[in-house]
């Protein structure tokens, strides 16, 4: 049996008595009809089982701190779920901690990350007892140690650093080679301790962050960012007699979009990482550290799934058949930015098993508004409802407003039950800011 972010489709996936494509008990027609298109849909028995199977992965680890990054998808229901399995949060935003609190999420788990945070942001967090902060520059550094010293407060901050570890995986995404706009160049980070020594009293430095990139298929990466990181908690100890018992090793484990995805499981990762930790307390003579990982895709993508209603088609002969979607960039737009691909399914077809190659449109003015690129599909015909698998990370949470196209609903889904847990938007909120004049 496949891991949850081994599986291409959720692994209660089946075609039932009436032909359709069925998820965790629910009908995905059924779904469509009920709730309409697009509609994200999420799964909580793989979002569940993908927590506890991180939860057991690390259980070996006795200082571990798992906070899910929420810029891959944050809703108030999601952050419940996590919240109970003793999961914190990496937020890099006012709105990230909105939608936490909303939730009735204390901050005693929550790290603030990002390379330009804001004064409303940091005043903010440190107002509402956020662990940390994961500093990202000199700048920051100074900028935070003014406002918490002007708060009479002392913060708790890890630093965050370019390991100049690069993985294998699309440009955009990758973040821990040297020329990447976040964290520390390791040749920087002497000025900012000399500076937390010597000038920053405000600032409670705990540990190294870093974060190499997203969607990685390769665990030695993982290892070697280790490797670099405890190398330099030693090289700083000992430099600067200061002792880091904190780590923190980002996210990004890949999960499984189409075939020739072949992603580790929580569990091979888990080992590498262990494995990683104690070789380098041996090389160092370090000990232990807390560890903190950040998993955001991995958590939550192979649960998530979003149908649409095709419509229009258009062939042209010897070239290509163009069948159109009623969503597209604007609810999922990795494809257009990233070239992404995934896997779908007609949902409502198993008898007519006439498969062909179609691409699958986006219903946005813009050309490069494709979904899926020359994708095979059950004769798909107008009213066909289609699933596109794995959209549960950076889809909602990247969706946009664009072509005035309103967000879809997300609903949760669990053996037969469905409850909508984010509505789709209304034509009332797209001009609920719109200001008009008395001279206009
Ligand atoms: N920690 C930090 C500091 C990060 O920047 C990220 C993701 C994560 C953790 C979580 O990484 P994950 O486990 O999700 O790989 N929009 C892109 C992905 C951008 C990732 C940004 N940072 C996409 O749709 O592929």
Redesign the pocket.
């Known amino acids: 049996m496949p891991y949850v972010n081994q599986s291409i489709k959720p692994l209660s996936t089946r075609v039932n008595e009436k032909g359709n494509l069925e998820i965790s008990g629910c009908d995905l027609v059924d779904l469509a009809n009920k709730f309409s298109t697009p509609l994200y849909v999420l799964d909580e028995v793989s979002l569940r089982q993908m927590a506890q199977d991180y939860k057991n992965a690390f259980s070996k680890y006795e200082k571990i701190k798992i906070?899910f990054?929420s810029?891959?998808l944050l809703t108030s229901s999601v952050a419940k779920i996590f919240s109970s399995f003793g999961f914190g949060f990496?937020v890099?935003s006012l709105g990230e901690m909105h939608i936490l609190l909303n939730a009735g999420i204390t901050f005693d788990k929550v790290s603030f990350?990002?390379n330009n945070k804001t004064y409303d942001e940091i005043v903010y967090a440190i107002n509402h007892n956020i662990d940390h902060f994961?500093v990202d520059n000199l700048y920051e550094l100074g900028f935070l140690n003014k406002i918490a010293k002007s708060m009479g407060k002392v913060q708790k901050i890890h630093l965050?650093i370019t390991p100049g570890i690069e993985c294998h995986?699309?440009e955009?995404?990758q973040?821990g080679q040297l020329d990447s706009k976040?964290g520390f160049d390791l040749s920087a980070l002497d000025e900012a301790i000399n500076l937390i020594q010597n000038e920053y009293k405000n600032l409670d430095l705990k540990g190294l962050?870093?974060?190499i990139?997203?969607?990685?298929f390769e665990t030695q990466c993982f290892y070697d960012e280790i490797q670099v990181i405890m190398s330099e908690i030693k090289r700083l100890q000992d430099k600067f007699n200061i002792k880091l018992d904190e780590m923190?090793i980002?996210?990004?484990?890949?999960i499984a979009y189409t075939k020739e995805d072949n992603p580790p499981s929580v569990y091979e990762v888990a080992d590498v990482i262990i494995k990683a930790i104690d070789d380098g307390c041996a090389k160092f003579n370090l000990e232990k550290p807390t560890l903190y990982i950040?998993?955001?895709?991995?958590?939550v993508?192979s649960a998530g799934f979003s149908l649409y209603t095709i419509g229009s088609e258009k062939i042209i002969p010897n070239v290509r058949k163009y069948i159109a979607i009623d969503g597209g960039m604007t609810d999922n737009?990795?494809p257009s930015?990233?070239q992404?691909q995934y896997s779908a399914q007609i949902a409502n077809k198993k008898d007519e098993e006439k498969y062909e190659t179609v691409t699958v449109a986006g219903k946005c003015c813009e050309s490069g508004d494709i979904l899926l690129k020359d994708i095979e599909l059950n004769s798909p015909t107008a009213g066909d409802i289609l699933c596109v698998f794995d959209t549960g990370?950076?889809?909602y949470?990247?969706s946009s407003n664009y072509n005035s196209a309103l967000k879809p609903a997300m609903v949760l889904i669990n053996n037969g039950q469905s409850d909508i847990i984010v509505k789709r938007q209304t034509l009332e909120q797209l001009t609920q800011n719109d200001v008009i004049l008395d001279r206009l």
């Open positions: 906070l990054a810029k891959a990496d890099v990350n990002g994961s965050r995986t699309h955009y995404i973040t976040f962050h870093a974060h990139g997203s969607q990685i923190n980002g996210g990004g484990l890949g950040e998993p955001g895709r991995s958590l993508c737009i990795r930015l990233y992404a990370a950076y889809c949470s990247m």
